[in-house]
Each structure stands twice: as C-alpha cells, then as structure tokens.
C-alpha cells in the first residue's frame, strides 16, 4: 500500500502542482478578503453626510465596508470610537472603549453578582444607540478560549451573553 502520492514526493506532474497552487491561491484570496477591511465599495454621500452631521469634530477617520453598512472608526475628545452606518446612512450605534472604573456602579454590581464574577474582565466598551439608549459591553474572560461579551443596560441589568473570539 502506498502513503503518499507522487506530488509529495517531488514527481508530481504540472497538471497537478498547478491546480493545487491554484487552489491555495483562491483560498488565500477568500482569507484575506474576509478577514480583511479593505474598501469594497464607495461610501454613499447620505453615510458621510450622516457622519459630518454627528460628529463634526471627528479627527483620523477611517472607513470600513461591513456590507450590511459601513463602520467609521475616528478619533474624538481623546477617545476613539467606532460608529456604525446602514447603507442609507441611518445612523445605528458608536461604540467607545472605556475603563472598567468609568462602568455605573449599577453595572459593575450586575456583573459581580453574575455567573461570570470570577472571570477576569477584558474589554469595556459604551454602546450608544439611537433615542439615546446607552448599553454596556463587558468582556467576560476564562481563557483565551472561553469569553463573552455581556450586555447590560445602565440599570445593571444583563441583556444578554454572547460568544466571543
């Protein structure tokens, strides 16, 4: 019986040295592009107009194409922020990183009184959304594996508990 093929033993032939560089090729391409921010398209007028009307003052803006919208990511008062655009240029949330002692008292007593109060907190980032509904994301960490980001309104109450990478 025969392990490996003539190709890994250095004879395979064109036909198939080319059509698995090919194939490395195309799956590269599809890597990149999906783990990648390039611009896809151009930025309707209605999403950058949206975005001088709110936020003026902006400095470093970088724009990034998430298909179902677009996300402005720019520097503002210090902080950066990330906001998100539909493609009709609806304003729909800006997240901004924050310190977890900048967290309402109310939430940080949710998150201790949690399941998750031994995990070690990541990432705290202040979601604002439209009619002024603010949400706090609270990255909850055990691992480098096991992590959620939790939801809570600024009630300290836990919306929800999402999966994370």
């Known amino acids: ?10 004879g395979g032939n064109k036909f ?18 999906g783990s990648s921010y390039a611009q896809l398209r ?18 470093d803006l ?21 906001a998100n655009f539909t493609n009709d240029g609806i304003w729909e949330s800006t997240e901004t990183e924050i310190d977890v002692d900048d967290l309402p ?5 949710s998150y201790e ?11 705290v980032q202040k979601i604002e959304m439209p009619e002024e509904k603010i949400q706090y994301r609270v990255q909850a960490v055990k691992s480098d594996i096991r992590k959620k980001n939790l939801y809570f309104s600024t009630e300290g109450r836990l919306l929800k508990d999402k999966l994370t990478l």
Not at 1 to 10: I, V
Not at 50 to 57: E, I, S
Not at 62 to 82: M, P, T
Not at 113 to 123: L, T, V
Request: charged fraction near 30%; proline fraction near 1%.
């Open 1 to 10: 019986m025969r392990l490996r093929s003539d190709f890994c033993n250095g």
């Open 62 to 82: 970088e724009w990034r194409d998430k298909l179902r919208g677009f996300q402005a990511s720019f520097e503002l008062n210090g902080q950066k922020h990330l």
């Open 42 to 59: 151009k930025i309707p007028a209605e999403v950058t107009e949206a975005f001088k009307d709110k936020y003026a003052m902006a400095n």
């Open 105 to 109: 008292s109310v939430v940080k007593d």
């Open 16 to 33: 198939t040295m080319r059509k698995t560089m090919v194939m490395f090729l195309v799956l590269a391409g599809i890597f990149t592009a």
């Open 113 to 123: 009184k949690s399941k998750y109060s031994e995990w070690e907190i990541g990432i």
